[in-house]
């Protein structure tokens, strides 16, 4: 059995997010998706625009028909969390080449910290590869269409809080 987490901040989830979740999901046992709790780790490390118990209700909310993946809040080291979840693996996205020196870095940081745990990265699909929670928030902030880069119940709570 190989258990793996899915973190990130999630904020909110997009159809890259989800696409990783579904293909993670038929590679390992069990997945845990670990949404990071900026607020209850007690450092001002991101703004974000949802709660956390939020984003993992928009995340639940898209994943029903995976009955080997659930979702949970963390605040602390991601190798941490890792063990918690008795997971051997943590899974990433990789989007385009900037994303690259960024995980590279932070795998082999947590190399450092946990060598046990390995990280196995998904390259996004190709109509993926722009999408961010950023690049969402910034577009749905003005208005625009993200009907086809967020879940419906994403999209409507960005037009919820964005509406003026
Ligand atoms: P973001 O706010 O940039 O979407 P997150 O911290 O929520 O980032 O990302 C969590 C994980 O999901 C990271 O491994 C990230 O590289 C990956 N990811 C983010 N966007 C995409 C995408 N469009 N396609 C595939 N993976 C992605």
Avoid: C
Avoid at 40 to 62: L, Y
């Amino acid at each position: 059995m190989v258990h793996a987490i899915y973190p990130g901040t999630f904020d909110p989830v997009h159809n890259g997010h989800l696409d990783i979740i579904n293909r993670a999901a038929l590679l390992f046992d069990q997945l845990v998706i670990g949404v990071f709790d900026h607020e209850a780790a007690g450092k001002q490390i991101k703004k974000v625009a949802f709660s956390a118990a939020t984003r993992i209700q928009f995340i639940e909310q898209n994943i029903q028909h995976l009955s080997n993946v659930r979702v949970m809040p963390y605040n602390m080291l991601t190798v941490d969390f890792a063990h918690a979840a008795g997971a051997a693996v943590i899974v990433r996205g990789l989007r385009v080449f900037s994303d690259f020196e960024f995980e590279f870095r932070m795998a082999h940081a947590n190399q450092r910290l946990a060598p046990e745990i390995d990280v196995v990265t998904l390259l996004a699909r190709e109509e993926h590869t722009f999408l961010s929670g950023t690049t969402v928030r910034e577009i749905a902030a003005f208005n625009g269409d993200v009907s086809t880069m967020v879940p419906a119940n994403v999209e409507a709570a960005l037009k919820k809080l964005y509406q003026t």
